[in-house]
Structures are given as C-alpha cells and as structure tokens.
C-alpha cells in the first residue's frame, strides 16, 4: 500500500499533527495523528516527529504542511500572504524547511494576516481549508464561519480571500471555565437537558445584547447563586452567551448566501441553531474534507 | 488612645480586610489592615483573626462588618436585600455570628441582590459604600460607576438602590493577560507612555463597538504580530478595550447628573477620561471615605 503513495499531506496545528499519505490518484492510501502539535516542539524536533509518523512511507515523497509549523515559533516561519489574497497563489509562498536525508521534502504553506490598522488579523491552517471549500463548492462567494478557540469569519469570493476576523469565542470560554468566578458554578454534571436550556437562553442574550457581554458574563454566576441554575444550565449560558455575542456583534456580516460552516461538527451545530435564528441559512463542512481538499488544491496551484 | 474606641467599623472582602476604631464623635482612633480576606479563611478562623487584629481594644465593644464576611462561604451567611432596596434598612438585615468571650459584639451586614431573571446580579460589599455615598452627597440621584474586578453599575436615588448590574471588565483583563493567548504579547515592561496610546487606542475601539469584544480582543494579537506593537501599548490597548465596551454597551444608563466614581484612583481616572470621550461629566470619590461613611450610615440607621 505505502509503495503507492505519491506526497504526504500535512495539518500542522498548534496542539494536533495530521499526516495523509496521498497516491497517484488523490486517494487515501493511510492517515496519522500525534498529539505533538506546534505547542511542544521544539524547532529542532519537527524533523524526527514527522520521521516518526512516516515510517512506512519508503520512497522519496514531498511534504505539504499546513498549519502553525510554519509560525515564527514552530518549525520555520512561513511570511503571511496578505489579505485580500488569492489562495491559489498559497503555494507560491511556501518555504521549506531544512530535513536530513533525502527522502522527505518538507514545504510549508503560509498563514494569511491582514494589515488594515484597527482591523489587524492572523490565520495560519484556515486560509488552507477555504482554499479547500473553493474547491468542494466551487464559485462559493460570500461568509464563511470558521468555529473554534479562535473563530474566523471569512469572506471569500471564489478563491479569493477579500477580509477576515478572528473571535476569541473558545479560548474565552474556557479560561471563563476554569479560572474565573464562574468556576464555582460549573462543579458537577456538565451534560444534559439542563444544558441545552442554559445554552437557548444565553444565546437569546447575547445574540440581542452583544454590546452588554461584559456585564451579562456575570449572570451564570448570579443566576447560580440566585435561581439555583445548575451547573449543566450555567455551562450551556455561558456558551450561549459568547456565541450569541459572537454572531451578534458580526451580523452585519451575514448576506444572503448560504453560510458554509467549518470546524467540529457538535460546534458547528450550535453555529447552525444560532444563524437560524437570524433567519440565515447554514451548511457544515467537515473540517478534514476542507483541510485535505485546500492541501491537494494547494499543490496542483 | 484605644480607650476612646466605642466600635469598630471593619470591611472584610474577598482578599483584604480592613478595620477602624471608631470614638464617640465619630473619629478614627486606629487602622488595621490585613491579607486575612475571606477567599484564605475557613469559617472558624473569623474569630481569632479578628482579636488578632484588634488586640489594642480592650473594652467591649461593637464590631460592624460589611463585604464578603457575610457571603454562604464566609464566616456566617447575611441574606440579601432584594432590590430596590432602601439601603437605611441594611442594618436590620445584619447577622451576628458566634464570637468566644464577651469583648466584641459582631454584626455583618447584608448584600444586595437583584432577583429578575435575566437580570440577576449580586453585591457584597458596594451597596454598604452606595449607603455611605448618600450621607457624602446628600440627595444625589443617578448612576454610580464602582470600577473594579467586577465593576458595578448602580442606579440610586436618595438612599434607595433601584438597580445595579456587574461587569466583569477587571477579572477578564486579568485572565487574558495572564492565561490567554494575548499573554505573549505582555513579555516585557508594560508601564510608559506607550500604555497610555494603546489605551486611547483600545478605547476608542470598545466604545464604538462594545458588540464586537469577543473580536476586537484579537486585536491586541495580531496588532503585536502585525504592526510591531510594544507590551506596553499591548496592556493600555487591552484596558481600553474592556473599559471602553463595559461603557460604551451601558451607555443608556448614563444620565444628565455627574457621575460619582468609587474605587481605586488610578482605575477610576481611567474610567473618568472614558467618560469625557462620551461627554459625561464624573467626580471620583474616594473607596475608603465611602466605606466608613456606610458603615457609620448603617450604624445609626
């Protein structure tokens, strides 16, 4: 089977490694995951990491990588492209890294940034997979939402990247989570009915008062102490909230197209309730489909 | 001098406590202060850290205490008012925990809370300050700011609490700063006067777009990243921001009268200048003056 593959492809996050080995055909002929994302590496140690991951492929191949390896801090830093940019031009900023041996060659693709004083902005890995939803929904002009610890919005037009912005939706989140006042309100079971009700009434908040998110964050912890809301309740508020103030705050954004949607799909599910009631349609997009499709795109631009 | 001490006024928050001999003419006789707040104590330690702090009183007298002291997880839980609130009634609220011996007669007064659903919100410590600011201006009808880790913002007429609301604007910069992913951007000297530009900065952006914090908060990233930007201007950006969408997403609460400022001086003069930006005159008043006048308000009424 490895004899077939004819490149590697490659997402290179900030806590997560992905490998693909590709053949001929474009088919997948194997896949990897590692935990040693960008975080804990050293620069000195990416080239035994990838060895490591590869060891059944035998024959020369290249290396396509996505991702935060080619950060100021991860494996050698890959310039920005700038916004608004052609995605299919991606390849063209690649770098490669030096790698011992012959039998890997490494090229790492560039993030996109945005320069626009007061509108400054940074991805590395999502220019990738909206090069990769061009392809899978070719033509597509218009949102897309990216869900995660840092959630981009995006407009594309075909394979261009016109602007972007980044919330810190998810890093929020969990440091509301874990090291606020609102700790206190979330020990005991997270899951559940309860939580689904928290998340509607927070959502319906933040989506009516993003401009208020300062004070209206406090609530789980009033509502706990006053209302005896559970900790599954106060959990799903405080993801209502931020999402709600998130879309809330952006809606201008929202036009009439219907809004692809990338990230995890328990994420992107709740996007999805969220756009609808704004009465904007939505779609999720695997995030891997996008990845791999935005990588193989990405070598043949 | 102790001899002259008739009681003993005494503000115990979270992570402080404060004390005041008080004579028969309404004079300050000592101060004490100590790190023996409430989040360090367990509940049978109260006793002995407060003969540890009083040890110059020798005859028996009353100790008036407000704050945290009388949160479920201090020394003896002090049920809240229910706002609106006329705060000449917090005495009447207060508890009076079990002290050995016969020399100090504690009584904790009560918070103040607000049971709407979907407004709830609680104060410990702020309505005994709000008290003392309607005997210092006398008659005052309006909103007061009380900037802090969890600013409060209270409606009040005479000596009534109609409404308040908390925001959380100094517990967030502090997480962000230390535990998020901005934190990168904060690795050197953060004082100068490139703080006070990237405050103008940040808070020029949250007032304009107090709806787009979980996104303006990237900024502080992307603008170390992108345009060279020094931990200094990092922090002043990041504390404009949260001080100007706390302000600028309440600005309806704003009215025509002057605005009293309770809290810290420096932090108060950041909120004063935020306050101008909008036209809205303020006045800071100071946090320990409030205090005492509470506490001596609450003892007379």
Same sequence: chains 1, 2.
């Avoid at 935990?35 to 035998?58: A, I």
């Avoid at 700038?82 to 693709?109: C, H, K, Y």
């Avoid at 998810?170 to 009700?197: A, M, P, T, W, Y």
Wanted: aromatic share 6%.
């Amino acid at each position: 089977m490895a004899s077939a593959v004819e490149w590697v492809a490659v997402d290179w996050g900030t806590s997560n490694l992905r490998a693909w080995g590709i053949d001929a055909a474009g088919e997948i002929q194997f896949s990897r995951s590692s935990p040693d994302g960008m975080s804990r590496l050293s620069r000195e140690q990416y080239p035994s990491v990838l060895t490591g991951l590869l060891t059944e492929v035998h024959e020369p191949v290249d290396v396509l990588i996505c991702g935060m390896a080619g950060a100021r801090q991860g494996w050698l830093e890959a310039p920005y492209l700038d916004a608004p940019a052609d995605l299919r031009t991606l390849s063209r900023g690649a770098v490669s890294p030096e790698m011992p041996g012959n039998q890997f060659a490494p090229a790492i693709l560039p993030g996109v940034c945005q320069r626009d004083v007061g509108a400054e902005d940074v991805m590395r890995g999502e220019e990738t997979q909206l090069l990769g939803l061009s392809a899978l929904i070719p033509g597509f002009s218009g949102l897309v939402i990216m869900p995660g610890t840092h959630s981009k919005w995006a407009m594309l037009d075909g394979t261009t990247l016109s602007r972007f912005s980044s919330a810190m939706t998810g890093e929020i989140f969990e440091l509301l989570r874990v090291h606020s006042v609102l700790r206190h309100s979330f020990n005991g079971e997270l899951e559940g009915e309860e939580r689904d009700i928290g998340f509607d009434a927070g959502l319906a908040l933040g989506l009516d008062k993003p401009e208020r998110l300062t004070a209206t964050l406090f609530k789980v912890r009033a509502g706990a102490l006053l209302s005896g809301r559970s900790p599954a309740w106060c959990a799903g508020f405080l993801s209502g909230l931020l999402i709600g103030a998130e879309i809330g705050g952006q809606r201008d954004w929202i036009g009439s197209a219907e809004i692809p949607l990338i990230g995890s799909v328990g994420l992107c599910s709740l996007y999805q309730g969220a756009l609808e009631k704004l009465g904007a349609k939505s779609r999720i997009v695997d995030a891997t489909d996008a990845t791999l499709a935005g990588l193989k795109a990405a070598r043949q631009g």
